[in-house]
C-alpha cells in the first residue's frame, strides 16, 4: 500500500512579486556592489575612528609598535582591544545600514541574506491567521 505523502503549501508573500532571473542576477550584482564598496569605506574609515577615539580618550597617539618593550602592557592590550572592537562596530554599521538602504529601496531582503526564523515564522502564522479571518467573514457574508 503506497502512502500518498502530504504536500506544504507555501504561503505567498503579497509584498514583493517574484523577480525574473535576468532581474535576479541584476540585484544581485547590485548588493555585491554595494555591500562591496561599503565594506571597503568602512574598512578605511575603522582605523581612522579608533585612532580619533584613543585621542579622545587618553589624550595621546596610540601606541604604533605594541611589541615595543618600551610601550606598558596594559597599554597595548588596552590599544588592541578597544581598535580592535572599534573597527569591527564601524564595519557592522556600515554594512547594517546599507542593508537597511536596500530594503527601503527595493521592499525586500538583499539576495543571499536570511531573515530572522522567528520572525519569519511569526509573519507566517500572522498572515495565515489574517487569510483565514477574511475568508470566514466572506463565507458569513454569504450566508446571510
Do not use: C, F
Amino acid at each position: 500500500m503506497a502512502k500518498k505523502r502530504r504536500q506544504r503549501t507555501k504561503h505567498a508573500t503579497p509584498a514583493t512579486p517574484s523577480p525574473t532571473p535576468k532581474q535576479g542576477r541584476r540585484a544581485k550584482t547590485a548588493w555585491r556592489l554595494m555591500d562591496r564598496s561599503t565594506t571597503l569605506a568602512a574598512t578605511v574609515a575603522a582605523p581612522v575612528v579608533a585612532n580619533s577615539a584613543w585621542r579622545l580618550v587618553t589624550g595621546r597617539k596610540p601606541p604604533t609598535a605594541s611589541d615595543n618593550p618600551e610601550v606598558e602592557l596594559r597599554e597595548a592590550i588596552g590599544w588592541a582591544i578597544v581598535g580592535g572592537a572599534l573597527v569591527q562596530v564601524v564595519k557592522v554599521a556600515v554594512r547594517r545600514q546599507t542593508a537597511q538602504y536596500w530594503v527601503s529601496s527595493t521592499g525586500h531582503l538583499p539576495p543571499g541574506m536570511k531573515g530572522v526564523k522567528g520572525e519569519l515564522m511569526a509573519k507566517e502564522v500572522a498572515e495565515a491567521k489574517a487569510e483565514h479571518t477574511a475568508s470566514t467573514r466572506k463565507k458569513k457574508r454569504k450566508n446571510r
